[in-house]
């Protein structure tokens, strides 16, 4: 049965930092694509980052780049997001993602709110 668990999250100011971990079970994580989503309020999921099963490749939305790294430890089947200079436009459900046999899974989701 394949889990993910975000965990991370929280309340930041502008211009702070945070770094959101996905501790993923019940799949061959070493050998999954794996991502990082978002969702603010009133808006669609959009996907933030993604890397490839041996780290070597990342990508980013336009939005994040710069700021975001995602990584992974295949050792410990866990995936990051290291997130600096957050904005108040970076706040929003942030969720872990990944495919297999066809559908995707989605852990339950950890709230970044950025506020002074």
């Known amino acids: 049965q394949v889990q993910l668990v975000e965990s991370g999250g929280g309340l930041v100011q502008p211009g702070g930092s945070l770094r959101l971990s996905c501790a993923a079970s019940?799949?061959?994580?070493?050998?999954?694509?794996m991502s990082w989503y978002r969702q603010a309020p009133g808006k669609e999921r959009e996907l933030v980052a993604g890397?490839?099963?041996?780290?070597?490749?990342?990508t980013y939305s336009d939005s994040v780049k710069g700021r975001f790294t995602i990584s992974r430890d295949n050792n410990k089947n866990t995936v990051y997001l290291q997130m600096n200079s957050l904005e108040p436009e970076d706040t929003a459900v942030y969720y872990c993602?990944?495919?297999?046999?066809?559908?995707?899974?989605w852990g339950q989701g950890t709230q970044v709110t950025i506020s002074s």
């Open positions: 019940g799949f061959g994580f070493s050998s999954n694509y």
């Open positions: 890397i490839t099963d041996t780290g070597g490749t990342t």
């Open positions: 993602n990944t495919w297999r046999r066809g559908r995707p899974y």
